[in-house]
């Protein structure tokens, strides 16, 4: 196969993913440094939710040792704003394999207040590709009453990782979030339009310091 094919191939399959997003209500909100956009608005409500997908020359294994790693410094190295991250809960604790809860906060600009979050993540495989989805929780050990400032709400965040080949994946991210408190809705879809953006190219960056570590792959 040559490189002209393959690329027009990889093209042609991004193509047809735009337009099963844009059938499952997401719509095309341009691109920016690699990553190609896209809303969703749901009736009744102004609080969008936003994805993004870049295709990177990574494999699935290399990126799910950044997504799977509980090592905060590492974490933070990647998570925007990201300063505390406290593992709750493993998958042997849960009994659930892949899975696990975690303690975040962010430290947030002036004069907003920080944010924290009990996020459960769940890892799953389908086929060749792996799907990571994250969402808000609750867990005895961090009450909403002792938030750091305002407990926001991941209604959800969701890593598709599509195997294209043993070396390219491509990556989608979905995500909306309630940052509560004083925060409006229209300045929240402000705030996380490109959220997809910076967060998939830092993925992209922390999974080039891949070496060969062991992972336990779903």
Known sequence: MTKGFFTLMVTFFLTLSSFSFASDGWESAGGKDGVELFTKTSAGESLKAFRGTKVFN???KQIYWVLSQKDPNFRKEWVDRLYISEPLESDKTLGVPHSSVTYQAYDTPWPISNRDQVVRTDATRE???????????THSKKPAS??????MDLIFAIYNLKY???????VTVSVKIDPKGLIPDWFSNIIYKT??????????KQAAKYNGQNVNMP
Do not use: H, Q
Request: charged residues 30%.
């Open 146 to 151: 002792g938030t750091v400032g305002v407990r």
């Open 164 to 170: 294209v080949d043993d070396n390219k994946t491509e």
């Open 127 to 137: 086929g060749k590709s792996l799907k990571i989805m994250l969402k808000s929780t």
């Open 58 to 60: 990574k494999s699935i």
């Open 195 to 204: 959220w997809p953006v910076k967060t998939l190219n830092r993925l992209e």
